[in-house]
Nanobody, 126 residues
Framework: QVQLAESGGGSVQAGGSLTLACVAS????????MGWFRQAPGKEREGVAG????????VYAGSVEGRFTISRDNAKNMLYLQMYSLKAEDTAMYYC???????????????????WGQGTQVTVSS
């Protein structure tokens, strides 16, 4: 059974940093585009960052560009999101997602992903 499992969430003060991790199992990981999404209470799930299957190409939402870095380690089936200069508005549940390679990869559209983790909570206090 395919599984994506996130870790690394927590509570941090504004201006702080966190690194999220996601481990994938039971998939040919290097054949998948990967992404990070987040969802705050009462809001729709939004794309944060995406990375191509080879890890060469990335894409970011404008609200996080320059503050967040997505990366992957295909040898370990791992996906990472380094988050710096965190703001209160970054507070949300963060999800990793996998989607089969397509011309749209990398993507921050949720419609390009069909596998999702359970999420890890990030809370930023001001």
């Amino acid at each position: 059974q395919v599984q994506l499992a996130e870790s690394g969430g927590g509570s941090v003060q504004a201006g702080g940093s966190l690194t999220l991790a996601c481990v994938a199992s039971q998939i040919s990981y290097s054949h998948y585009c990967m992404g990070w999404f987040r969802q705050a209470p009462g809001k729709e799930r939004e794309g944060v960052a995406g990375i191509s299957n080879g890890g060469v190409t990335t894409v970011y939402a404008g609200s996080v560009e320059g503050r967040f870095t997505i990366s992957r380690d295909n040898a370990k089936n791992m996906l990472y999101l380094q988050m710096y200069s965190l703001k209160a508005e970054d507070t949300a549940m963060y999800y990793c997602a996998a989607g089969q390679v397509s011309p749209r990869c990398p993507s921050i559209s949720r419609y390009d992903y069909n596998l999702w983790g359970q999420g890890t909570q990030v809370t930023v206090s001001s």
